[in-house]
């Protein structure tokens, strides 16, 4: 290299230029095998090995049908009661053709209510506004212990009373406000009507209806 330079300073041009060559290492055998082995497969690795303790827990189970949902029950069985013996209940319960008992439809409650035609000024808003009016209901100074025997006595038209839910009311002011009439209001003047009450409009509030008409509170006899 120095007399290439020494001749090229000079001006003197050698014969040959001179080349650099790079010498690398002979590959390994076993490198040339794996990178071959590595280019040729691109299969990813089964996670988890196939053989792993892992796999073989995970693997699903195969259901049939009959085990996926499971056939319905017989009919006989299907209509069962709890607490009632099927043999007693039908003599061929064990076949699945036999014929259920009916039962009759329950006979739905008319909804009809026997209404009267009221007098004018006497609908539900004019007792509203006759209880707020200061006029006295009651026809007692004060409220008292009432048994059923003083509640017999109160049993006119004109002196009409009577107990709900254990308070005994004077219920002669709202007879002609009553809107299925006087005639049914007075089937529990002079006793104890709560048993009528519940079992005709149970979703009316006599406590709120009649307050302005109490006069005392149902008692046991002495």
Avoid at 156 to 182: M, Q
């Amino acid at each position: 290299m120095t007399s290439y330079l020494r001749n090229w300073l000079t001006g003197t041009v050698p014969d040959a230029v001179p080349t650099l060559n790079r010498v690398s290492p002979p590959p390994d055998d076993d490198e040339d095998s794996d990178t071959a082995t590595e280019g040729d497969d691109d299969t990813p690795p089964a996670f988890p090995s196939l053989l792993s303790v892992q796999r073989v827990q995970s693997t699903p189970k195969i259901l049939t049908d009959s085990q996926l949902m499971p056939p319905p029950p017989p009919p006989h069985l299907a209509q069962r009661t709890p607490g009632v013996d099927l043999a007693a209940r039908s003599p061929n319960a064990s076949s699945s053709l036999t014929v259920l008992a009916t039962t009759e439809r329950p006979v739905k409650p008319s909804k009809n209510r026997n209404k009267v035609a009221l007098a004018p000024g006497h609908s539900p808003l004019d007792w509203a506004s006759l209880k707020t009016s200061g006029t006295d209901l009651r026809g007692v100074d004060t409220l008292s212990r009432i048994p059923p025997s003083v509640l017999k006595q109160h049993n006119k038209r004109d002196d009409a009373w009577s107990a709900f839910y254990g308070k005994v009311y004077n219920i002669t002011p709202y007879l002609a406000f009553h809107p299925g009439g006087e005639r049914e209001l007075m089937r529990v003047a002079g006793r104890d009507g709560t048993k009528l009450f519940a079992s005709t409009h149970a979703w009316v509030s006599a406590e709120f209806m009649l307050d302005a008409c109490l006069v005392g509170f149902l008692v046991p006899e002495p």
